[in-house]
């Protein structure tokens, strides 16, 4: 176990620093500073996405940025992206030869990322605190529960994941992570609801990890030693957030 500790250190402080700020930023809560913020991270993940996706063309900052100046204003952001996505068909449609790939970005991760600001427009900053702790809980449990008892891996995309660390990973995103649930559900309400974020966490790393091992690199970035780039660091997040949106609005 010290070994094990000892080899995770370097992850475990950027884990820490990672937490601590986004802790600062829910205390705060300000709606610019965590626009501010998500838009910081979305424009970073989706430099990160084009070089994953291949895509050369700096027109994707300028859909992206308008994209989430507009959602600072309007109630409902992931409504945005169907509104860029039919522009984007009628350009396409109406030019011909327009690069399809150019929507790939802004789908992943863009999308995901107005559905994590819409999360917050309606179920306030408790709502994304506890798709942290969800997400984050059962990311660190795969991982620590993986290196130590895990034998059995989960699927060839992923190597390094063991079905023993994500069914570990699950439980302990589950099971811990509904204590935090916002106050109007009740336990088992949010159990069954940590528990579907907790699997989507799971499969939006799981598509990370297909999309490197497409283009061929480790990490998407560097910019958190330890965990690589902003996808890396948010990969669970951007699947995790459509389903507590999408479940909460319906049991919530």
């Known amino acids: 176990m010290s070994n094990l500790l000892s080899s ?8 820490v620093v990672l937490v601590l ?9 300000s709606y610019f500073i965590t ?22 063309n700096n027109i994707i900052f300028a859909f992206a940025i308008a994209l989430w100046a507009i959602a600072y204003f309007y109630p409902s952001p992931e409504d945005l992206f169907f509104v860029l996505a039919v522009v984007y068909a009628s350009i396409l449609a109406y030019k011909r030869d327009i690069g399809k790939k150019l929507f790939l970005p802004l789908l992943y991760p863009a999308a995901s990322f107005l559905f994590i600001l819409a999360l ?14 969800i997400v984050a809980l059962t990311d660190t449990a795969a991982y620590f529960v993986g290196r ?6 989960f699927c060839a995309t992923s190597p390094n994941k063991t079905i023993e660390g994500v069914i570990g990973g699950v439980l302990f995103g589950s099971l811990l992570g509904a204590f935090f649930a916002i106050e109007q559900l009740s336990y088992s309400d949010a159990f069954i609801i940590s528990l579907f974020v907790s699997i989507a ?9 297909y999309l490197k091992r497409e283009a061929n690199v480790k990490d998407s970035g560097n910019l ?22 999408v479940i909460l609005r319906v049991v919530a």
Do not use: C, Q
Request: aromatic letters at 14%; hydrophobic letters at 50%; charged letters at 15%.
């Open 120 to 133: 917050y427009n309606e179920y306030s900053m408790s709502s994304l605190l506890w798709l942290l702790v």
């Open 8 to 15: 995770s250190s370097t992850r475990i402080k950027t884990g």
């Open 148 to 153: 130590s008892i895990g034998k059995r891996k």
């Open 21 to 29: 700020a986004l802790l600062l930023i829910g205390y705060i809560n």
């Open 35 to 56: 626009w501010l913020f998500l838009g910081s991270l979305m424009i970073i993940a989706i430099s990160e996405s084009m070089k994953l996706f291949n895509v050369k």
């Open 224 to 245: 958190f030693p330890g965990h690589g780039g902003v996808l890396d660091r948010t990969d669970g997040y951007l699947f995790a957030s459509v389903l507590m949106l």
């Open 201 to 209: 966490s799971v499969f939006g790393d799981l598509f990370e990890s």
